[in-house]
């Protein structure tokens, strides 16, 4: 009940110009082919009506269905700035223009000459008909639509979703002995210092700087940031360029600035220029 509940409460996207006219050129063909190929309601039971009359009767119909759906799709959505539809929403669309095309082929029907019989009835009776051929090719086109939205906009999310996997890993750093002690998103990560046998990282944690200190050197901790924009750039410190706020050029390398950290100058020397201007001149 619930899945039902959320489908008919879904969006809808008809808005195009090429669904618009997808929506009442699919349908429509759909009903014709329908009625002449299989033959419902008894259409060609009636002795007196050979069938080819009853082809040109029902291809006048359609023809006349038709224009008053896109009149409907292009005209008064237009007018009454129609642009969100959720299922129910444009079910209760659809009987409108049910009650419109109905009332076209009514109208037709009592202009023929030989029209006999109940006013109320053959409106009615046109009413149900174009609701009982209309209803599956144009709902059926709507799923359709509706599926294929929410399949791509599922790629979407997952290609975004991988983007930023493969763009920001988390990080895992460890002790000496290989044993996790911290896990971070690379963008929390500001830098890593070296404190003798220990190294003091400095990270966001809800958005305050945090320290922690763990048993390690500088030297092996490198190899965890291969292909990502943390780098050594000084033989005490490690730095996450995409956290520096200001680098600043010295005759014996760069000093920066980081975000959260301003007062701290972090140097680059000589060693990790190269490195250093690799990773900063990266798109």
């Known amino acids: 009940m619930k899945r039902i509940r959320k489908y008919i409460q879904s969006d809808i996207d008809i808005n195009s110009t090429n669904r618009k006219f997808y929506l009442v050129a699919f349908s429509v063909f759909t009903a014709f082919v329908f009625l002449n190929f299989f033959e419902p309601f008894g259409l ?20 006349l269905a038709f224009v008053v759906l896109l009149l409907s799709q292009f005209v008064v959505r237009v007018l009454f700035n129609l642009n969100r539809f959720t299922v129910i929403s444009l079910f209760f669309w659809f009987l409108l223009e049910a009650v419109f095309v109905a009332s076209v082929w009514f109208v037709f029907e009592v202009l023929d000459k030989d029209f006999t019989g109940n006013l109320i009835t053959v409106w009615f009776d046109n009413l149900l008909a174009y609701m009982l051929i209309m209803f599956p090719p144009y709902f059926l086109y709507v799923s359709y639509i509706h599926i294929k939205d929410v399949i791509k906009n599922l790629e979407n999310e997952n290609i975004t979703n991988k983007s930023v996997e493969k763009t920001l ?87 920066l600035k980081l975000n959260q950290v301003s007062e701290l100058i972090i140097p680059v020397s000589k060693s990790y220029i190269s490195e250093f201007n690799k990773v900063t001149t990266k798109p």
Do not use: W
């Open 169 to 255: 890993p988390d990080i895992t750093l460890k002790d000496e002995n290989e044993i996790v002690k911290l896990v971070l998103k690379t963008e929390n990560l500001l830098f890593i210092q070296s404190a003798d046998n220990y190294v003091e990282v400095n990270f966001l944690e809800n958005g305050a700087l945090s320290k922690s200190l763990l048993r390690n050197s500088i030297k092996k901790m490198e190899s965890t940031f291969i292909n990502t924009p943390i780098i050594r750039c000084h033989r005490s410190f490690i730095v996450n360029t995409r956290n520096i706020e200001l680098a600043k050029k010295t005759s014996s390398g760069f000093n």
């Open 44 to 63: 060609y039971y009636e002795g007196s009506i050979t069938k080819e009359d009853v082809f040109i009767e029902l291809f006048i119909a359609m023809t």
